[in-house]
Nanobody, 119 residues
């Protein structure tokens, strides 16, 4: 059974930084892509960023230039460094992964971690 466990959310002032981590586990699970989506109250879930096994990354327009995604394949862990945070970044952030190339977003989701950016 695949599990994604997130950590690192919290409360930060605008302009500050946070780092999220997500570790994937499960017998034989070797995710092709790992990433983050977020959902703010009253809004649809949106892509933050994802990174594929080879290291190429894709970012949502709202976070380009401010967030950096990376992964450690040996640890099946993905990280999201969030800098220059804005109040509009406030949302629940969900880790996402799949071992199928074409399944995007993937079938596996974390439980979500709250990020709150205050003014």
């Amino acid at each position: 059974q695949v599990q994604l466990v997130e950590s690192g959310g919290g409360l930060v002032q605008a302009g500050g930084s946070l780092r999220l981590s997500c570790k994937a586990s499960g017998s034989g699970f070797n995710p092709y892509h790992m990433g983050w989506y977020r959902q703010a109250p009253g809004k649809q879930r949106e892509l933050v960023a994802y990174v594929v096994r080879g290291g190429n990354a894709v970012y949502g327009d709202a976070v380009k230039g401010r967030f950096t995604i990376s992964r450690d394949n040996a640890k099946n862990t993905v990280y999201l460094q969030m800098d220059s945070l804005k109040p509009e970044d406030t949302a629940v952030y969900y880790c996402n992964a799949d071992d199928e190339v074409a399944t995007l977003p993937g079938d596996y989701w974390g439980q979500g971690t709250q990020v709150t950016v205050s003014t």
